[in-house]
């Protein structure tokens, strides 16, 4: 990764590759459920002129604390700095990166086909069988198959069903679970284990203002 010296550095325009290639990045974020905070991290990403992939938002392990998953195309330069500007908002907690291979990650799929072809050609099905497709839904105009998998898997199987007069497809955002994360779980916990309760607890200072602010 190349580092710009102090006397070297110039500014350099939102988004364009700081040293190292571009791959794919899977940015975890545990954060407090609060409102408004997933547009404030979406404007990060606008300003610097960055496209998200993927993002998927979802209750974590533990209660009162939400994930989210946010897949970009960028270089790891640019990746950590997003992350270190998105820990700066006052309701996250952490924020983590990863490459691919360092999450368990899936992508779920829907694919609407007619019902005919389905009962008129046998193909579809060994197909559709193969490539581990099940059906959640049998109408007479049309039969909904699912399927999850990675990217390509869910792409092939668009492709295989092209030529049978594919009528829609829609596509999950992704989930994806870190493989070494045992780290920051202990943490949440902790959190969860020290957050203040619902009660309401009286301040013993409360009325004794002049006393407690008198230097």
Request: aromatic share 8%; glycine share 4%.
């Amino acid at each position: 990764m190349t580092n710009l010296s102090t006397e070297n550095k110039k500014v350099l325009p939102a988004g364009e590759d700081l040293g190292g290639a571009k791959q794919e990045f899977n940015i975890t974020v545990y954060t407090e459920n609060q409102i408004g905070l997933l547009n404030r991290i979406a404007i990060i990403f606008t300003r610097r002129k960055i496209n998200i992939d993927s993002l998927n938002t979802s209750p974590s392990e533990i209660d009162s604390i939400h994930r989210f998953t946010i897949v970009i195309n960028e270089t790891e330069e640019v990746v950590r700095k997003l992350c270190r500007q998105i820990e700066k908002q006052v309701e996250v907690l952490k924020v983590y990166y990863h490459t691919n291979a360092d999450v368990i990650w899936q992508e779920m799929a829907l694919y609407k086909v007619s019902t005919n072809v389905i009962a008129e050609q046998v193909s579809v099905e060994r197909l559709l069988r193969e490539n581990g497709a099940r059906a959640v839904v049998i109408r007479k105009d049309y039969t909904v198959f699912e399927t999850t998998g990675h990217r390509e898997e869910t792409e092939s199987l668009i492709r295989i069903l092209q030529p049978y007069g594919l009528i829609e497809f829609v596509r999950s955002a992704r989930v994806a679970i870190i493989k070494n994360s045992e780290g920051f779980n202990a943490k949440l916990r902790e959190f969860e284990r020290l957050e203040p309760g619902e009660d309401v607890i009286e301040n013993e200072y409360l009325n004794q203002g002049q006393k407690v602010f008198t230097m």
